[in-house]
C-alpha cells in the first residue's frame, strides 16, 4: 500500500508478473507470507520470504531494504507499512 502526494487514502498497488503464458518465476505464496509478515512486524519471516524472490526483482529489493531498515530503527505503534510519499 502506498500513499501518493495529495492522496488521502492509502491505495493498493500491484507488480506485473509478465504477459498472460509467461512463466511466473515469483513464488507468490511466499511473496504473500513475506508481506503479511512484514505487516505484522515480523522482520525475519519478511526477510526470508522476499529473499526468494528473483535477483532482478526490484520491488523484492526494496522491501528487504525496507526490512533492514525497520529492524535497525523499529517503527512506531502507529506504524501501518503505508509508504507516504512526499513528492510527485
Do not use: Q
Amino acid at each position: 500500500l502506498v500513499r501518493p502526494k495529495g492522496i488521502a487514502r492509502p491505495i493498493r498497488v500491484f507488480e506485473l508478473l509478465g504477459e498472460a503464458g509467461d512463466p511466473i518465476t515469483l513464488d507468490v505464496h511466499a511473496w504473500e507470507r513475506g508481506m503479511a509478515a512484514y505487516l505484522a512486524r515480523d522482520w525475519d519471516t519478511a526477510e526470508a520470504a522476499f529473499a526468494t524472490a528473483p535477483p532482478e526483482d526490484a520491488l523484492a529489493a526494496h522491501y528487504r531494504a525496507a526490512v533492514a531498515r525497520l529492524r535497525a530503527d523499529p517503527p512506531g505503534p502507529d506504524w501501518t507499512g503505508v509508504e507516504t510519499f512526499a513528492t510527485k
